[in-house]
């Protein structure tokens, strides 16, 4: 799915707007880098195994889509990409391989934990925006289609026994903490 913007909407004349509009667009771009390199982090550590490797690997796929089209709207609409995106990326693939290397079901709950926290992201943002009236069709089906399949991925994850991951509670409270930490230094940094 390829969502090209209009060049005018990218000079929109609403200064707040445009800001508020920027802020949206530079942490879900940093929240799907991310999501790539956790992706590949798991591939990294768990690839071998072939079941697993073909589910992360769709999954890594679909990650790799909507980074692509973040990449179209920040080019498009001149979004100051996050300046820390070389640490999401790091920081992304570490989660990934840590706990890929703890097990497939550890792997499986930080991406449950993961796509909680985004799924609840996206719906944030999908009410925000609605909530403001903005004609932003556009970006309002690229959030949807997101947070759609990043709550596939949650349903997958749960499926392939996330919950039977050793210390499940305090492993997932972490990584929501730490995701939730992150998109609110994205936003501004
Ligand atoms: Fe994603
Ligand atoms: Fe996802």
């Not at 798991?42 to 079941?51: A, C, H, I, P, Y």
């Amino acid at each position: 799915m390829c969502f090209r913007t209009p060049k005018a909407l990218a000079d929109s004349p609403d200064p707040s707007r445009k800001a508020k509009i920027d802020e949206i667009i530079r942490v879900d771009h940093a929240g799907e880098t991310a999501a790539v390199r956790i992706y590949e982090g798991q591939m990294f550590v768990l690839g071998r195994n072939k079941e697993t490797a073909e589910t992360l690997e769709h999954m890594r796929m679909q990650e790799v889509e909507h980074l692509s089209d973040l990449d179209v709207l920040v080019a498009d609409r001149r979004v100051r990409p996050s300046a820390l995106l070389p640490v999401w990326e790091v920081a992304g693939f570490a989660l990934g391989a840590v706990t890929a290397a703890m097990g497939k079901e550890a792997a499986m709950a930080c991406t449950v934990a993961v796509e909680d926290v985004i799924g609840g992201h996206y719906n944030d943002q999908i009410r925000d925006l609605l909530a403001r009236g903005w004609d932003e069709e556009e970006l309002l089906a690229l959030l949807k289609k997101n947070r759609d399949e990043e709550l596939e991925h949650l349903e997958t994850a749960t499926e392939l026994g996330a919950e039977r991951a050793p210390l499940h509670a305090p492993l997932t409270q972490i990584i929501k903490t730490g995701c939730k930490a992150a998109i609110e230094v994205a936003k501004v940094i």
